[in-house]
């Protein structure tokens, strides 16, 4: 069985700083991309960024770039998302998920898998 468990979540003032964890277990980690993907209150369903199976090669949203850093230890079976510089708009259920090398996303069935979510709400 496939499961995906999403920890790190929390509540940060603007400008700080979370690493988000993934881990992975019930298929081959290392054979498979990887997504982070995040639902706003109130909003639809945007993808933030995806890895490569070895981790050459990443794409982040316009939104996240250049803050946000995708990463993953296929030895621990673990996937990251550390995120720098916090703002409020940033405030979502932050998801990891299986699936294809894309750089979209509107709905988590358009992936093979995905996890419960972590909250990360950015607030002073």
């Known amino acids: 069985e496939v499961q995906l468990v999403e920890s790190g979540g929390g509540l940060v003032q603007p400008g700080g700083s979370l690493r988000l964890s993934c881990a992975a277990s019930?298929?081959?980690?290392?054979?498979?991309?990887m997504h982070w993907v995040r639902q706003a209150p109130r909003k639809g369903l945007e993808w933030v960024s995806v890895?490569?199976?070895?981790?050459?090669?990443?794409s982040y949203a316009d939104s996240v770039k250049g803050r946000f850093t995708i990463s993953r230890d296929n030895a621990k079976n673990t996937l990251y998302l550390q995120m720098n510089s916090l703002k409020p708009e940033d405030t979502a259920v932050y998801y990891c998920?299986?699936?294809?090398?894309?750089?979209?996303?509107?709905?988590?069935?358009?992936?093979?898998?995905w996890g419960q979510g972590t909250q990360v709400t950015v607030s002073s």
């Open positions: 998920a299986k699936g294809q090398w894309s750089s979209r996303a509107t709905s988590l069935t358009e992936f093979d898998s």
């Open positions: 890895i490569s199976r070895f981790g050459g090669s990443t």
């Open positions: 019930g298929f081959t980690f290392s054979a498979s991309v």
